[in-house]
């Protein structure tokens, strides 16, 4: 990571998050919801599982600073260090508010939609992704790393590009489908749109591999 600020933002998200978890942690019912059907279904565990949730922000925080140096590509972070900062705190607030859901339904169940939110901030995820994948430089960690794409930077950037525009389209359909009274519709669309958002880029790098032969 290029920023000293985001850096330190990127620990202090999860590390404080934790503390914030482990001061609530006795006021907490024994069992507390970890998963949400879209059918209305709610699944309950023990609160001891919620330090998995918590924990996993500072593992992710430690691994999105050893990923650069451990990239066999590596040099090419300094051309998109900014962004990969940025992705790198945004999903630490992502991971964030996931937890806020969690601790919220457990002091007061039926205060959320879930549903819908998941939905819609994984709407706001992708059009995140979306804008800032073209901005991506060849690398074995980030972006649609088909071995086409890694096989030349043309074909890289034509890829990151494509896919940056369909993972933006799949976010505005996301936000969209979120507010569809039949949750589990939404989630099969959900899936559908991802589906292609994802093998389209990955069908085109390939055509695009073969034309270069």
């Known amino acids: 990571m290029k920023n000293k600020k985001l850096r330190i933002v990127n620990y202090a998200i999860p590390l404080l998050a934790l503390l914030a978890f482990l001061l609530l942690y006795q006021r907490l019912p024994q069992q507390v919801p970890l ?3 879209f059918s209305g279904d709610v699944s309950y565990g023990s609160k001891t599982e ?113 896919g940056g525009k369909c993972l933006f389209t ?9 507010f569809l009274p039949n949750q589990e519709l939404a989630f099969i669309l959900l899936m559908t749109v991802l589906i292609v958002a994802c093998l389209i880029p990955m069908l085109m790098s390939w055509i695009w591999w073969r034309k270069q032969q």
């Open 50 to 162: 919620l330090f998995m949730s918590f924990g996993l922000g500072v593992v992710l925080a430690l691994l999105f600073d050893a990923l650069p140096h451990i990239d066999p590509r590596k040099a090419n972070y300094e051309k998109f260090g900014s962004y990969y900062d940025l992705f790198c705190v945004f999903m630490q607030v992502f991971l964030l508010l996931v937890n806020v859901i969690i601790i919220t339904e457990s002091f007061r169940p039926g205060t959320l939609s879930v549903p819908m939110i998941v939905l819609l901030l994984v709407g706001v995820l992708f059009l995140f992704l979306g804008n800032i994948m073209p901005k991506v430089k060849s690398n074995f960690f980030m972006g649609f790393k088909t071995p086409w794409a890694l096989s030349s930077e043309e074909n890289w950037r034509k890829t990151q590009r494509l």
């Open 35 to 37: 998963n949400w059907g």
């Open 170 to 178: 799949a976010g505005l359909l996301t936000i969209l489908l979120a």
